[in-house]
């Protein structure tokens, strides 16, 4: 059993009137424990954000990379519209099978595909079908090959699009540049590849909440 903190009551109260789960949601988290699939879902609030920023984007188009039980690609698949497309990308087979359960039960299966595989062999099979610009790109999956995914992300967006990353602290030890610890480097690569890339305008803010001592980073495709 882990500490409690006065952050996870501030989280429970901002989450509870901002942003609770509906039963697809609740359901949606409930089948992913029973199916034995990590905890490391965004928390609800973390969620909301992520629909709120699909809407300022007016997304028609997302892609999400690491799907696990499907929890955000709910939230995120409700900020389209009815001819919108989500692409998530899973490599568990086990998770994308939760997944795609739990997100016909919200009743986003016209909207929502899961690709299973490796996200780095999924990507260069997408960008093959010559999709349309993804409006929103959230990266959420092994963090070793965040740069990748953030390549990947400029290849399959256009002008105006926004990428998010998730989890990009790394207990701290994102400031570590003598780490070879995979996750480190590989958040360190991205983070220095949204800030030296010419098309790219990003940013990172550390957070703290329910998922601990945590924070994301955003990045604008400009022209
Ligand atoms: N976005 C989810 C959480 C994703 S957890 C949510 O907030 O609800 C990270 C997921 O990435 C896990 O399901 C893991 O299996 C998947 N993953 C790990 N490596 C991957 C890879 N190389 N390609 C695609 N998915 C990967
Ligand atoms: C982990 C992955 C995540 O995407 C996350 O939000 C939290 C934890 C993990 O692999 O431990
Ligand atoms: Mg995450």
Known sequence: MSESHVWDEVDAY???HLAPDDEALAAALRDSDAAGLPHI???GNQGKLLQLLAQIQGARHILE???LGGYSTIWLGRALPADGRLVSLEYDPKHAE???RNIARAGLDKLVEVRVGPALESLPKLADENPP????VFIDADKANNPHYVEWALKLTSTGSLIVLDNVVRGGRVTDAASTAPDVTGTRAAIELIG????LSGTAIQTVGMKG???FALARVLA
């Open 14 to 16: 901002f989450t509870a």
């Open 41 to 43: 879902n965004v928390a």
């Open 65 to 67: 990379i690491g799907t």
């Open 98 to 100: 939760v997944a795609v």
């Open 133 to 136: 610009p993804f409006d929103l």
């Open 196 to 199: 030296s890339h010419p098309r």
């Open 213 to 215: 001592y945590d924070g």
